[in-house]
């Protein structure tokens, strides 16, 4: 179908104006205060990175950034809050690692972590860590494996759920290593690890926050980390890979995001201030103290990670024959 002339004209001069209303809302952006929704309660690692990036990108960005807590139902209900937001740059979502494992584990979300959502960049990353009781006689991960293929199902390893990211971890491990672990569920973090601890359960793969102090302290032997880079916080750990288990990667994650639509404009003065907020070293310093590493990417790179996240806990959870709840 051909356009006349005068609404060609008309077509091309709608296409101009919508063009310069999105860069003339990026060149006044932002002029009022931005609010970033966090799915989980004050305190913990999603809260804490979200208020330390937002105190630096209010300083990038002349305007305050305030952090809502909107918890519930592992995170879920504050991201189908954002996910409705309006697309203007004025509501951000801080995702973690969890919410790429939710369409996974979870039946019916209001809300798709791809679709839904424009990526600004990551804010910070953080590896799990295997950790032993010292009862355990194992000093190395290859020990654990020979004393796994010996007496299968006999080590425990405890998780703060059915689901939950240190569950799949210790799933992936058995199936990477041919080994079988009893899994011993929980209600949460705290009670796995203080049953870990008190040498009830034999081992957890570990959050590196709670976890660290106690490797250093002696009351914990840590065999490995599960990223695929050494971690700053145990920089004398070594790799699962490095540890003899290959194709093995589940480390949790930090980003910012905002509701799909938003101009890109907006989203590159986002992404700056991102980047420059984990460069600043009083940022890097307060993380690593948590186990964290302050890391940024661009948009698009983003975007294409928490796809690949979305698709290997896919995986893992269907070769756990996890069923979504």
Known sequence: MKLSKM????????????????????????????KVIVGYPAGGANDLVARAIGQEMSKELGQQVVVENVSGAAGTIG???????????????????AHALAPSVRKSLSYDIVTDFAPVSVAAVSAYVLVVHPDVKASSVRDLIDMAKANP??????????????????ELFQERTGTKLHHVPFRGDADANSNVLAGHVNMIFGSMGPTVPHIKAGKLKAL??????????????????????PDYNVSTWWGLLAPAGTPAPIIEKLNKAVVNATAQPHVKEQFLKMGVEAKSNSSDEFGAFIKSEVEKFKKITEAAGIEPQ
Request: charged share 10%; net charge negative.
């Open 7 to 34: 609404a060609f004209s008309v077509c091309v001069s709608a296409g101009i104006l919508a063009a310069v209303n999105v860069a003339s809302a990026a060149d006044g952006y932002p002029s009022k205060p931005i």
């Open 79 to 97: 991201a189908a809050s954002a996910s409705r937001a309006a697309p203007d740059g004025y509501t951000l979502f801080m995702a973690a690692g």
């Open 224 to 245: 490995a980390v599960t990223s695929d880079a050494r971690s700053a916080a145990l920089p004398d750990v070594p790799t699962m890979e490095e540890a003899g288990v």
């Open 153 to 170: 199902e006999t080590l425990t390893y405890a998780s703060s759920g059915v689901g939950a990211p240190p569950h799949l971890a210790g």
